[in-house]
Structures are given as structure tokens and as C-alpha cells.
């Protein structure tokens, strides 16, 4: 959001023959386009500006409003040029301040623009802008706990700021602080004397994930009374209404119409992909299973266009996966292997323990029980060794290299590291044992072998074609790795690569691995589990018996999989695949050495 604050008056008036505008007239003109500006009649600003422009080049305030005009247009960094021009003209103002570190913002300069913000609290800690836009800029950036922090002195400064409140509110949810965000929504909207169908709808969607299903639909409608077309609250509504009606027909049958009656084709990509998410999921309910794919193709085909729309790169998690095939030879691994056979833990604390696996292999369902263990705590989804990638590709020689030689200090300086990111990321180090659970450090493995030595990994397995067609069915949050998704072609090329590095790491690598088997961990959680607590050498605790009373009293589950893991231990996943076999057949034959290799074959 921009900030224009120019003085007022009347509007200058030069003609043939008169003598230049006055000062009055110039301020009269700014205030007029500032107006303009705040209501986004940009054409008439623009005019404004340049009209004092041409009487007076470098007047700073035309050169900001100028700016901003631009920025609004999408030319960030001619917006940045202007203002800075202004700038060395009015010198330091703490509202310039603030739009330089929007354009930089808006330019992907992240550190840039948290300069131009600090110097703007530097000039004036009290204006609550600063901390609104630098709380956009670091929940862009996904840094979450900064953020949260931010957005909290925005509060502090002042406790009327709907805005401070909903950015707080949203980073909350990010989190899996949904409780939270409630409670920041709903004091947001105290302060407003409108409804604010935003906030509105985050209590509807933080409820749902808390999975108080009557609670969401209750603040469901009350959105889709005000917004009879909102498509997130219809997507709550039909879901709270889904889980509390597992296999009723004629409620689903009724759900399936609404959403039916939908034009999808009206609405946004992104809303399309919630219309055709929910009905495909009615539709498998239903066992209307080709019903169910033409719409899974419907949802990948929307959430397609949206990668195109925010211009995502679509192939390079998978090219970095290609990569690492390329250059994790056995010779490389067995030199890491080697090298780090001589790193032992030396006092670093214990070892840490990662469960991985391919996405929607059961790892939120596992990360639940081991969770609800007294002694265990599970750190969600951070991107954690990410860290120490960039660390080591910093190194001398590059990541390949380096990977093979690592020395002690170096290796210390890592462990250190990692230690801090599980601080940021509320690492209890009172528990016995922290678990990080990152399904798709999968591929990270050799840095995992070359860091921690002795780290326990837990291998989430689940039929190769179950897991990939439920990657395919399933409405992710867009990134660089789920993208991969929005067809079971890539979908089961990413799986072919990914598990086939698996397979080399620990054909060449000294790892300590216990596998769990989704298949076997619903039909018998006990006889699943309890080799994987004498694993880590824990004694049976029973609440690991019920995740989904952990899972409810947790509140904080940011995967995809909440109202699975809420819900008691079901076997209607498994075998799912074979529902759609005549569906997705030409890529089954890919998987074969899959199946095969983790023993699935018939």
C-alpha cells in the first residue's frame, strides 16, 4: 500500500501571457493528484504530476506522487528512481522512506527494501506504516516469525489498526496458529465499523482447520450472506459439511449441486481450483470415480493457469531433483560415507531424527503419533536443511565438492546452524527427542549423512501409485516442488526421480533407517509403530494411540492433511489407486520398479 501526504489548495491556473504557478498553486495541484491517486485515477495523477513537473523538475513531492503512479502501473523500478530523486531532494521523510522500500519490496529486493524501512523507523519508530508494509515484506518472504513480530508493533503502536490485525491474523494461519488467528481476527473486526469479509473468512477457515465443524459453518455463513459468491467460505462450508456427514448421499448429492452451480469458468483460476477441488472430492465420496478425475483434471488444469498467471517456474524443483540424480554418484556417496564415518556426534547433543518420504505417504498421520509421545516433539514442515544447502553450496568448491570433504569445523559450524533454525522454529530441547519432518528431504539425504553422521531417519512408504495419485488429487499450496502435481504424468516422473535418488543414497550411504508402511500403520497402529519407538528407544506411551485426539488438542497442522489426521485411523485410502487404474494406466508401468523395489507387487 502507498502513502501520499501532499498539502492542499486551490488549482493552479497558468496560461498565455500569466506569469508561472505560485506555490499555493503547486501545492493545490499536488493535493489534487494525491486525491486522484488515493482514488486510483492514476491517468488524472500521472497529469498532475507532471503538470508541476514541468514548471518545477526536481519538485520532490510531484517526483514522489510520480513515482507511485508508476509503481501502480507495474514499473517498479522506475517507480524507485523517481523516489529516489525526491529524496535527494526533500532529503530523509519517513513516508518516502516507506514507498522506496514498497518499490524495492516490489522488485524482489528484499534486503534493499528492509533498508529503506529501517531507515524510515530510524527517522520516525512511531509511524505504524512501516511496520504494516515490512510485515507484507517478510510474509512474502515466508519469514513468518519476523513477521508476526512486526505486525504486533503495528499493533502496539496502535491498537485501532484493522490492518496490523489482519496481517497478524494471516501469518498466524501460516503458522498453524490457528487459535491465534482467530483471536486476531476477531479483534480486528472489534475495532472496524464494517465488516471486514476478509477477516470474516479467515475465522471461518481457521475454525474449519480446528476442525469445530459447526463453528465454520456458522461463520461460513455468515460470509455467504454478506458475499453470496465467496468461494473460500463455500469451500468450508461444503468440506465442515463433508466430514460431518461421511457417506450420507443425499447431503453430498446437495453439496454437489451448489458447487455445481458455480461458473467456474467465470471466476478466478485460483477459485475455480477450489470449486473443481471440492467436486471432485464429493464425487470420490460418491464412488463417482470418473466423475472424480474429470474434475481433479478440471483443479490441475485451474491451479495450471494460476502458475502461469504469477508467472511460477514450473520445472525447477524437478530440474534441481535431475541435478542431484546427476551428480549424487555412488562414487561421490561413498566419499561422503567415508568421510563422514569419522564425524561422529562429538558432544554435539543427540542425533537428530527425520521422517521423510514422497508426499501424501503418510507422513502427517505419522507425525501425529509420534508427536502425541510425552518424550517427542515434531517440528512441521520447516524448510530446516534447506539452510545448511545454501551453506554448504557456499563453501569452497561448490556443493559437490564440499559435500565429500567436509571438516570438522565446518561440520560444527552446520550442526550450530541447525540448531538455531530448530530454536526459531520453537524446538522444546526438554523432549528426549525432536523429530523433523520434511517429507521432501527425501533428496537431502547426503547432506543429512554428511552433517549428522548418526541422524535416525523414518521412511514414510505408501503404495507408489497411491502416492502419487493422491498428490495429483490434491489442491496443494503452490510451490516450486508441488507444482509438479497438476498432472500424474509429472507427477509420477517427479516420484520416478525422487525415489530413485532414494534408492542410491541408501544403496551407498551408512544410514540408519526404519521404515513405516502407510498400508500397515491403519490396519495396525501398534505393530506399525512400536518398532519405531524401540528405533528412537522409547518405551510405548499410549496417547500415540489416538492422533487424532493429539491432532485436535495440537491445533497447529499446516499440511494439507488436517482433516485426515483429525478424524479416527481409516483405511479407504489404501488400494485407492485401483478405483482409477483405467484412468491412469499409461503411467503406471513408470512406477514398476517401485512397487517392486519398496515390496508392493501382487
Known amino acids: 500500500?502507498?502513502?501520499?501526504?501532499?498539502?492542499?489548495?486551490?488549482?493552479?491556473?497558468?496560461?498565455?501571457?500569466?506569469?508561472?504557478?505560485?506555490?499555493?498553486?503547486?501545492a493545490a495541484a499536488l493535493h489534487r493528484g494525491g486525491a486522484h491517486f488515493a482514488a486510483r485515477r492514476f491517468k488524472e495523477a500521472e497529469e498532475?504530476?507532471?503538470?508541476?513537473?514541468?514548471?518545477?523538475?526536481?519538485?520532490?513531492?510531484?517526483?514522489?506522487?510520480?513515482?507511485?503512479?508508476?509503481?501502480?502501473?507495474g514499473k517498479a523500478a522506475e517507480a524507485e528512481r523517481l523516489m529516489l530523486q525526491a529524496l535527494k531532494k526533500s532529503g530523509p521523510h519517513v513516508v518516502l522512506l516507506v514507498n522506496l522500500g514498497n518499490a524495492a519490496r516490489a522488485q524482489k529486493k528484499v534486503e534493499k527494501a528492509l533498508k529503506y524501512y529501517d531507515q524510515a523507523e530510524a527517522l520516525n519508530p512511531n509511524h505504524e506504516d512501516i511496520y504494516i508494509e515490512r510485515g507484507i515484506l517478510l510474509t512474502t518472504n515466508l519469514r513468518y516469525a519476523e513477521a508476526a513480530a512486526t505486525f504486533d508493533q503495528a499493533i502496539a503502536l496502535n491498537p485501532t489498526n484493522v490492518a496490523a490485525?489482519?496481517?497478524?491474523?494471516?501469518?498466524?494461519?501460516?503458522?498453524?496458529?490457528?487459535?491465534?488467528?482467530?483471536?486476531?481476527?476477531?479483534?480486528?473486526?472489534?475495532?472496524?465499523?464494517?465488516?471486514?469479509?476478509?477477516?470474516?473468512?479467515?475465522?471461518?477457515v481457521s475454525t474449519e482447520r480446528l476442525s469445530?465443524?459447526?463453528?465454520?459453518?456458522?461463520?461460513?455463513?455468515?460470509?455467504?450472506?454478506?458475499?453470496?459468491?465467496?468461494?473460500?467460505?463455500?469451500?468450508?462450508l461444503t468440506k465442515a459439511q463433508r466430514r460431518q456427514n461421511k457417506g450420507n448421499k443425499d447431503v453430498l448429492v446437495a453439496l454437489k449441486r451448489r458447487l455445481e452451480a458455480v461458473d467456474a469458468v467465470a471466476v478466478s483460476s485460483e477459485d475455480a481450483s477450489v470449486v473443481y477441488s471440492e467436486l471432485a472430492h464429493i464425487c470420490d465420496e460418491l464412488g463417482e470415480y470418473e466423475a472424480a478425475y474429470g474434475y481433479f483434471q478440471k483443479l490441475n488444469g485451474s491451479r495450471s493457469k494460476v502458475i502461469a498467471e504469477i508467472q511460477l517456474n514450473e520445472t525447477g524443483y524437478r530440474r534441481y531433483v535431475e541435478t542431484l540424480n546427476a551428480g549424487m554418484t555412488p562414487a561421490l556417496l561413498q566419499k561422503v560415507k567415508a568421510?563422514?564415518?569419522?564425524?561422529?556426534?562429538?558432544?554435539?547433543?543427540?542425533?537428530?531424527?527425520?521422517?521423510?518420504?514422497?508426499?501424501?505417504?503418510?507422513t502427517t498421520l505419522l507425525d501425529q503419533i509420534m508427536d502425541a509421545h510425552k518424550d517427542v516433539q515434531v517440528i512441521e514442515e520447516r524448510p530446516m536443511i534447506n539452510v545448511l544447502r545454501r551453506a554448504i553450496e557456499a563453501l569452497p568448491g561448490g556443493f559437490d565438492k564440499a559435500l565429500q570433504n567436509m571438516r570438522a569445523p565446518q561440520?560444527?559450524?552446520?550442526?550450530?546452524?541447525?540448531?538455531?533454525?530448530?530454536?526459531?522454529?520453537?524446538?522444546?530441547?526438554?523432549?528426549?527427542?525432536?523429530?523433523?519432518?520434511?517429507?521432501?528431504?527425501?533428496?537431502?539425504?547426503a547432506i543429512i549423512a554428511a552433517?549428522?553422521?548418526?541422524?535416525?531417519?523414518?521412511?514414510?512408504?505408501?503404495?507408489?501409485?497411491?502416492?502419487?495419485?493422491?498428490?495429483?488429487?490434491?489442491d496443494f499450496v503452490l510451490n516450486s516442488a508441488m507444482m509438479n502435481f497438476t498432472s500424474m504424468a509429472s507427477t509420477v516422473r517427479l516420484y520416478d526421480l525422487v525415489m530413485g535418488l532414494?534408492?542410491?543414497?541408501?544403496?551407498?550411504?551408512?544410514?540408519?533407517?526404519?521404515?513405516?508402511r502407510y498400508e500397515n500403520l491403519v490396519a495396525d497402529l501398534r505393530a506399525e509403530v512400536s518398532p519405531v519407538l524401540d528405533f528412537l528407544g522409547l518405551d510405548w506411551d499410549e496417547a500415540v494411540s489416538d492422533p487424532a485426539a493429539h491432532a485436535m488438542a495440537r491445533g497447529t497442522i499446516r499440511t494439507p492433511s488436517y482433516a485426515q489426521v483429525t478424524q479416527p485411523i481409516y483405511k479407504s485410502a489404501t488400494d485407492r489407486w485401483r478405483r482409477y487404474a483405467p484412468f491412469i494406466a499409461e503411467e503406471l508401468p513408470v512406477l514398476d520398479k517401485h512397487v517392486a523395489y519398496f515390496g508392493y507387487a501382487d
Open 411 to 445: 561440520v560444527k559450524r552446520l550442526r550450530d546452524m541447525y540448531r538455531r533454525e530448530l530454536e526459531k522454529n520453537g524446538a522444546d530441547f526438554s523432549k528426549r527427542i525432536i523429530i523433523d519432518k520434511m517429507p521432501l528431504n527425501i533428496v537431502h539425504v
Open 1 to 26: 500500500m502507498a502513502t501520499v501526504r501532499v498539502p492542499g489548495g486551490a488549482v493552479p491556473q497558468a496560461g498565455a501571457g500569466q506569469r508561472g504557478p505560485t506555490s499555493a498553486d503547486i
Open 212 to 236: 469445530e465443524l459447526d463453528a465454520a459453518i456458522e461463520a461460513a455463513e455468515k460470509v455467504l450472506a454478506l458475499v453470496p459468491d465467496h468461494v473460500a467460505c463455500l469451500r468450508v
Open 48 to 73: 498532475m504530476a507532471r503538470l508541476v513537473l514541468r514548471f518545477e523538475p526536481q519538485q520532490p513531492d510531484a517526483l514522489h506522487l510520480l513515482g507511485l503512479v508508476v509503481m501502480a502501473g
Open 451 to 474: 552433517v549428522f553422521p548418526d541422524a535416525k531417519i523414518i521412511l514414510a512408504l505408501r503404495h507408489p501409485a497411491d502416492s502419487c495419485l493422491s498428490c495429483f488429487m490434491q
Open 339 to 362: 568421510n563422514s564415518a569419522a564425524l561422529a556426534q562429538d558432544g554435539a547433543g543427540p542425533a537428530p531424527v527425520f521422517i521423510i518420504g514422497f508426499p501424501r505417504s503418510g
Open 502 to 516: 532414494w534408492q542410491r543414497y541408501e544403496a551407498h550411504l551408512d544410514l540408519k533407517v526404519q521404515r513405516v
Open 165 to 204: 490485525y489482519s496481517g497478524a491474523a494471516h501469518v498466524a494461519s501460516e503458522l498453524g496458529q490457528f487459535r491465534k488467528s482467530i483471536t486476531y481476527c476477531e479483534a480486528g473486526l472489534a475495532q472496524s465499523s464494517e465488516p471486514v469479509i476478509e477477516m470474516m473468512a479467515m475465522i471461518a
